[in-house]
């Protein structure tokens, strides 16, 4: 025979879970990106020039709007300076070669990522800015050589990151296979993409294997490297190897991959597209004004709602949580 009691409290247990379920969902849905977050494409170069930047850059503007993201692209390297940069999310070197940037531009980058900015690079973009160890650290490794223009695989090594989720598990591709100067492990970055190394002809017989197996050409690091150990807030690095020709900006998986990584680093919540408190970052909505200025005017709409709104919305969410579990609780 069935005891009631056990019944009405596996009942309220049950209702309990699926009330702190829904509460858990609720807010993190209220914590979701306060701005338009502002990347701003650095493609410099001052040695071998790609011919697909154009159309990178071309491809990342018209992607950015479904993102919820807006690319200023620049190879004015005099935007790096404390206030050229704390407007932006992130900065997304895109195929830059040799010394693009001067000894102040470089540490207005590094007071930028540990302030909380996030770090994006691209294809040749590992070939660049050596004689700054912290932007190698904030990269991961940097280049060595590339094999020949061919096909090849690419092998998935973390199918759970938004920049390979979409991929397949061995994905054809046409490009450059990377080599770089070191392991980009042996600083904390995780290998996401690495390569079948029967699938194409690297012509360079004299490379010692510094860069460990499985061979990697796209990783991420959660914690920029190379930023100030002191450094409360630091934001995340993404990098992939893949780009070089012009036809793959216009592939939609090889967008799903550049994209995600972005959006990725953008997630990390460091800058004013996710937290108001922030340093760095954009703090102007969707709808023109700063978060400042829109937390004290009245609201008409509930479609965009700002960061002071958002806020409001987390602790109606906690109040209403506490509430709904103390009464299942007691009944």
């Not at 704390?86 to 040799?98: I, K, S, W």
């Not at 070191?182 to 490379?207: C, F, M, N, W």
């Amino acid at each position: 025979m069935w005891d009631s009691r056990l019944v009405q409290r596996s009942s309220s247990s049950w209702f309990c879970a699926s009330a702190l379920l829904f509460c858990l969902t609720s807010i993190t849905m209220a914590q979701q990106q306060l701005n338009t977050a502002k990347v701003l494409i650095f493609s410099k170069t001052d040695g071998f020039r790609h011919e697909s930047i154009p159309a990178a850059t071309e491809a990342l503007q018209a992607a950015g709007p479904t993102k919820q993201i807006e690319f200023d692209a620049t190879e004015d390297a005099t935007r790096f300076s404390d206030d050229g940069l704390a407007g932006y999310d992130a900065v997304l070197f895109l195929m830059n070669t040799a010394e693009v940037l001067a000894e102040d531009q470089t540490k207005a980058l590094q007071n930028y990522l540990n302030a909380g900015g996030n770090f994006i690079a691209i294809h040749s973009a590992s070939d660049a800015v050596r004689a700054t160890p912290f932007y190698g650290q904030a990269l991961g490794a940097y280049f060595d050589h590339h094999a020949n223009l061919q096909n090849a695989t690419v092998l998935v090594a973390d199918k759970n990151h938004p920049s390979t989720s979409s991929l397949p598990d061995r994905w054809p591709v046409y490009d450059e296979i990377y080599y770089f100067k070191s392991d980009p492990r042996s600083i904390g970055a995780k290998v996401i993409l690495s390569v079948d190394e029967s699938s194409y002809h690297d012509q360079d017989t004299t490379y010692v294997d510094v860069q460990g197996k499985p061979h990697p050409l796209a990783w991420y690091q959660e914690r920029v490297s190379g930023t100030d150990a002191s450094a409360t807030r630091v934001g995340r690095s993404w990098y992939t190897s893949l780009g070089h020709e012009i036809s793959v900006w216009s592939d939609s998986i090889f967008m799903a991959h550049v994209m995600g990584g972005i959006t990725w680093t953008l997630a990390s919540g460091t800058t004013k597209a996710f937290d108001a408190s922030s340093s760095v970052g954009n703090s102007v909505s969707a709808g023109g004004a700063s978060a400042s200025t829109t937390a004290s005017a009245p609201r008409t709409s509930s479609t965009n709602p700002t960061g002071s709104a958002r806020r409001t919305g987390v602790v109606h969410s906690l109040i209403a949580c506490l509430s709904l579990l103390l009464t299942l609780s007691g009944s």
